[in-house]
């Protein structure tokens, strides 16, 4: 049985590399990581969340809008992220509730679902 995830990869189109990184590198704060260099050619970068760590790859013609698939990243303080986000007017939509944990999501800027998760 699988112990823990790797890495998740989503998609953003091509030439739209450099707006992502200022997403998930700058607005987000994600660390970039070195990739190795078999897969350098393909383009997109990798980040590390945690124990874990994101590959954003490179593809064209998805409709990412249209998708329920999404990366959930736990945080600290919800209220911080709603603000910030806000700040670069992403709109935020406001998920169910969990048990043990409150949440929203929001589109990136490529249509990508994103959700952020705090733990009570």
């Not at 303080?77 to 935020?92: A, G, Q, S, T, V």
Request: net charge neutral.
């Amino acid at each position: 049985m699988p112990i823990e995830i790797d890495h998740v990869q989503i998609t953003v189109p091509r030439n739209c590399e450099s707006q992502a990184k200022k997403f998930y590198c700058e607005i987000l704060g994600l660390k970039e990581i070195e990739k190795p260099d078999n897969r350098k050619k393909n383009g997109g970068f990798w980040v590390q969340v945690g124990t874990a760590q994101l590959h954003v790859g490179i593809e064209d013609d998805v409709d990412r809008s249209k998708t329920k698939a999404h990366t959930a990243y736990l945080v600290r303080d919800l209220d911080i992220w709603r603000k910030r986000l806000k700040e670069y007017d992403f709109e935020i939509i406001e998920s169910a509730p969990f048990p043990n944990a409150t949440a929203f999501e929001f589109r990136d800027p490529f249509g990508n679902r994103v959700e952020l998760i705090q733990k009570f």
